[in-house]
């Protein structure tokens, strides 16, 4: 992945965890040099950050390049916004009160059929917590 405009656009979890590793080596022998002596250890936080429980990303983790499009295909029979969605897939949402927390007017916009059905698409695509 390559940044062309910075700022431009807003990035998934998944989507910084695969920038930050293609930039960083897991275990590199000495550290890169890079331009501000903090970047590397802001770097190695953030992605132990993005691998450590109860991070949707941690492993075992169903995320792959092909995830964000498979949610919002399984997702486009309700009309959620872009923000909706980004919430969805950073936060891995275990049930339909995480579910009404991310999504604005949740009840009002959908019946309690439409919310069980729409969690276990998102469950069928991003898998459910371990433990």
Request: charged share 25%.
């Amino acid at each position: 992945m390559k940044i062309l405009t910075p700022q431009s656009a807003i990035l998934t979890n998944h989507e910084v965890l695969t920038h930050i590793q293609s930039i960083r080596p897991p275990n590199p022998p000495h550290p890169l040099p890079m331009k501000s002596p903090n970047l590397e250890t802001i770097l190695k936080e953030l992605s132990d950050y993005l691998l450590t429980p109860p991070s949707p990303l941690a492993p075992p983790s169903r995320y792959d390049a092909s995830t964000i499009r498979k949610l919002v295909v399984a997702l486009s029979a309700y009309e959620l916004t872009k923000p909706e969605l980004l919430m969805i897939l950073n936060l891995r949402p275990q049930s339909v009160a995480m579910l009404d927390a991310l999504v604005e007017e949740f009840e009002i916009r959908f019946g309690e059929r439409e919310q069980a059905e729409m969690l276990e698409r998102i469950l069928d695509v991003l898998g459910r917590e371990e433990g």
